[in-house]
């Protein structure tokens, strides 16, 4: 079985700064997939970013980059240059199999 | 293509009434998921088909609840009797799954916001 741990609740950050989410995860898989959804108020789930575990570069698309440590099992989220439209709840999610394992959630709150 | 269309968006039903939402996958994707989102338990998968086959339903709560695929582009859940417990938000997914790995993003439908009274 696999776990996913987001440790932090709740996060806030002014506009235009950066703020780091993290994640853990637990698997016993030697391929997986890591990823990190963005669900904002309208509950639309929609992927921000996704890693490949045996791929030692981290992922980065547009503001968003991953800092992916494999041997502690850490995947955290950098957001730069926050912009209101990033307040929204986001996910870790994990990927053994065809299996998809949710963390329980950061929500992030951009204050302009 | 239309992305995943879940259907209803809201449902609202009284405690011991049957449920059925509805899910149509994106075109050409072979694997099709059922989440459940609650305030308590967050993101759970509930069950997941792959080739119309149920592979995994080791998260389906109770014999209440039910989930068929009778085809490549259609799949429901169903919950009989339904309990204020079942209350939640329920999501269905799509993606391409290649080589036992899910290694794609999972398209999400908009979800059905369920209450039950």
């Known amino acids: 079985a696999q776990t996913v741990t987001q440790s932090q609740p709740e996060m806030s950050v002014q506009e235009a700064e950066t703020v780091t989410l993290s994640c853990t995860y637990d698997t016993s898989e030697n391929n997986y997939y890591l990823f990190w959804y963005k669900q904002p108020p309208s509950r639309q789930m929609i992927l921000v970013i996704r890693?490949?575990?045996?791929?030692?570069q981290n992922a980065t698309e547009n503001r968003f980059s991953v800092n992916f440590q494999k041997a502690a099992k850490s995947f955290s989220l950098k957001i730069s240059d926050s912009q209101l439209g990033d307040t929204a709840m986001y996910f870790c999610a994990s990927s053994a199999g065809n299996k998809l394992t949710f963390g329980g959630g950061t929500r992030v709150l951009v204050k302009p | 293509d239309a992305g995943v269309i879940q259907s209803p968006r809201h449902e609202v039903t009284e405690m011991g009434q049957e449920v059925t939402l509805r899910c149509k996958p994106i075109?050409?994707?072979?694997?099709l998921f059922w989440y459940r989102q609650t305030m308590m338990r967050g993101l759970e998968l509930l069950i997941y088909?792959?080739?119309?086959?149920?592979?995994?339903d080791s998260g389906m709560p109770e014999d209440r609840f039910s989930a068929k695929m009778p085809n490549a582009s259609f799949s429901t859940l169903k919950i009989q009797p339904s309990e204020p417990r079942d209350s939640a938000v329920y999501f269905c997914a799509s993606s391409l799954a290649l080589g036992g790995v899910l290694n794609e993003k999972l398209f999400f439908g908009s979800g059905t916001q369920l209450s039950v009274l």
């Open positions: 088909f792959n080739n119309n086959v149920p592979i995994d």
């Open positions: 075109s050409g994707h072979n694997s």
């Open positions: 890693q490949e575990a045996y791929k030692q």
